[in-house]
């Protein structure tokens, strides 16, 4: 696959997901670019925003088998990834069978993933950064792609378990899913109360997913621009050379995942671009999505209520895109 | 023909590279001349309160010129552009998303290439091509020659116009007083000299004593700085110097070789050849006369002249004097008076050398006695000023009180005696001088009780009252910074309520005020 085809099946694939989702072209951006980038989302936001529609509408699109989990406080990892249940065959001998869970898909939707108990969030650790299940001593491999898109509610907060950090990290963007603007409200009220209701058709197949994937690994990247993000990174920690908010918000800065994270989003987006080389602005534009999630702030930032885009804003306006340069 | 991928991308940023390396040269140098030129700014403007010399125009601009050249050179030659930096500089002004930086890294590199490498490096290399190098990296004048001209404009004006103003009370100002002074006194020497020159025959000191006239008027009227003033003294001092040396190679000349090493005084050997032009003055107004007596009273007076003189009296007057005394033995009376004229000539020539050796001997002194109190900011020791002060500035005494002169032993102190008398120095006196000072009377005052401690009960008693208000006797201690650090720590541990979160910083706020 080329550079060229990327593009064409990239733009291809967008239009496609926007004959059914109006509006969040940013947010859908950047949905395809974690997965191209072989990660996973965490979509926060209120209810009613089209969450669940643009994970199913991008199924739809891939040819990907999709799945869903709502996550309930009495869900248990078994519920998930499956368990082995018995067996009786012709002759009456029992045994026992792995039961595969609604892991075993492609397009895993965690709906309203903080109601679940951490336990059980965390069935999906293994799932996530190694693409494998381990039940009952067995390993089981899932199928390439696999993307997990988590959402969760940032408003009602009783009876939910915020997502410990570990899993967390495993997130390579948090996407905020932002209330829709008045045209596209009206618009989406248009599309969504006639009579037929506009579907997505496939557009991009399983082994194309995968080029795109492969391909977008193969993008360079410079040395200056990779430091660039060693700093960033490096400046989210409260240490001397911090940035000044770092310093006196955050209790834990990104870990390296981060820098990841960036990287390999950013190289979508170059291809995305046409390019085949990272630029400042790739890694500028997908800091605060890749970032956002992986910074603790500590007593004060909490007290005083500080959005970590700000952090990461602060972080991006304070380091240099040449080592020693002023900004 | 096939051209190798990269190969016009690395031609066109190592054109960049020349031209950055070039662009960075002028401005360092512009820099540097700013800066050189911007110190002899302050130069100057430190002479108004403190006594530098300032550094003229002319010579400050070939200065800064030469930091110009020196600070281009060497950061083009020490620290030229490296290729990768003169590239993300093209990505940088080109908004070439680093395409060029990228692909240089490609290019250069020795690593494993991904697929996409070849794509970045003709991606960069179309894209630089098209909008070319010199767009990229125009050679502008650096701001900082603005700066340098300004400087020299402020340079020029103040030397120019401000050129030795001091302010009064400063060291500056102190200087120019003892430069003014000093201008002063050469110009009256230089007057006293000249006077002397028209009694006297001094061809030499009456050619250099307008010149050290003019020296002490420029020292007054022109507004000199020290290192200045200084120069133009020292310049005078070795014209004088040479003029003496030729002098006293002219003095030594026509001496007796052995006389040369004789130390003489050289006022007594000027004294004595005055006394033999005397002489022989006298001499020859007597063989006027042409009479026997007369006669023989010359060579008599001849022989005396030549006979306790072989170190002071020049060979060839004594030869003349020697010529004299034959003439007048075979009664030549003529031939002889010929002879004495000569030698009187002659004699007359070497008192002029001794005078002009003295007068610029003076002179000399004087221009270094000046040239010191220039250098040291002040009248120097032994000159008539510096006595002058010293002698105004002791109090004034009553008639009959007069001190012995400083020749009568006034400057040794006396023996210092056992410290037991009134009078240090003048002996032992077994009755002490006058009554007891009062710190002398004073009576010892006892103010301690001495005795043992013994057994016994001890009675105390406790009183219970209401306390005053009154500001705290014990000092406000800093709490320990471990306590504060378990403190935070704790506090950003805990996780707060979001609705009691408001309630705990206004807490904290308070706190910390208190704190």
Redesign the interface.
Known sequence: MT?EEFAKVFDRLRREIQKVIVGHQELLDQVLVALLAGGHVLLEGVPGLGKTLLVKTLAQALDLRYGRIQFTPDLMPADIIGTNVVMQDATGRRYFQFERGPVFTQILLADEINRATPKTQSALLEAMQEHTVTAAGAAFTLEEPFFVMATQNPIE?EGTYPLPEAQLDRFLFKLKVEFPQVPDLMEIIDRTTRPDMPQATVVASRDEVLQMMR?AR????????RAFVARVVEATHPRPGASTMARRYV?YGSSPRGAQAMILSAKVRALM?G???????DLQALAAPSLRHRLVM??EG????IDSDAIVANVLEETP??EGAKR | MTIEPGRDLLRLVRQAAVRLTASRAVETGASAGALAMGAFVLLNIAGVAIPVSGVPLMHAIAAAAVAVVLAGVLAALLRPVPR?DSA?VLD?TLRL???V???I??LTSSGPR????S??VV?AERRLSAVGVAAATPLRIPRTVWWTAALTALLFVMTSWLHGITIPGTPAHRTAEVIRKEGQRLEQFARTLQSRTRTDHMPATRHLAPQIRDLGSRLQRERLARAEALARVEELSQQLAQTRREIDDRLQAPMPAPSRERVTSDQLRRQSTQRQIRQLRELLSRLQHDSPSASRDALDQLHQMTAGQEGTQPARVREQLQRAREQLRRGNMVGARDAISDAMLDLQRLESLMADSEGIQNAQQEVERSQAAIAGGGPVEGQPEARETDQTSQSPVAPGEQRPSPSQGEGTEPPQGPNEGSTPGTGRRDEKIGARTPRLDTTKTPQRVRGAQADGPVASSEIVGTGRSSSSRVQAADISPAVIARA?QA??R???P?RY?DI??RYFRRLAKLR
């Open positions: 550079p907060m391909l193969e993008v360079e990247v410079a040395t200056h621009v209790r671009a390019r085949a080389n990272v630029s400042f602005g500590n007593f909490e007290a005083e209520g895109e040449l | 990768s993300r940088a998303e680093e395409r930086s990228t692909a890294e490609v991904s697929s996409l490498s794509r970045v991606d935070d506090m950003t805990s996780r707060t979001a979160r705990v910083r």
